[in-house]
């Protein structure tokens, strides 16, 4: 039998460019991670308290102030406040969650 071949060696760097106008590219990978259906907009959204424990125990989507139709899964203190449930909570505007409730 032969011997194991030694490992390749790594190509050597090029020197510094003495033409200082010269740049260099450097290569990276770039993780995309999986787009979902309005991740464009993403904010955290404010929902009434009872509906996110409902959602919670059964799973089923939930109705922001603002209208947004999604079931909850991320930390909301990751992202920005929507602005239009924020006017909704401060009173600024009629609630679009289908509940003329005022408990917020």
């Not at 999604?70 to 203190?77: F, Q, T």
Request: hydrophobic letters at 30%; one cysteine or more.
């Amino acid at each position: 039998m032969s011997d194991p071949l030694p490992p390749p060696e790594p190509a050597p760097l090029s020197a510094p460019s003495s033409n200082p106008q010269s740049t260099a590219v450097l290569d990276r990978q770039q993780l995309e991670q999986p787009v979902e259906p309005g991740d464009h907009e993403r904010f955290a959204h404010y929902v009434r308290k009872e509906k996110i424990l409902t959602s919670a125990l059964s799973g089923e989507p939930v109705k922001a102030l603002c209208g947004k139709v999604w079931v909850p899964g991320r930390d909301p203190n990751k992202f920005p406040v929507c602005p239009i449930c924020k006017e909704v909570y401060e009173g600024l505007r009629a609630p679009k969650d289908g509940d003329s409730g005022s408990d917020g």
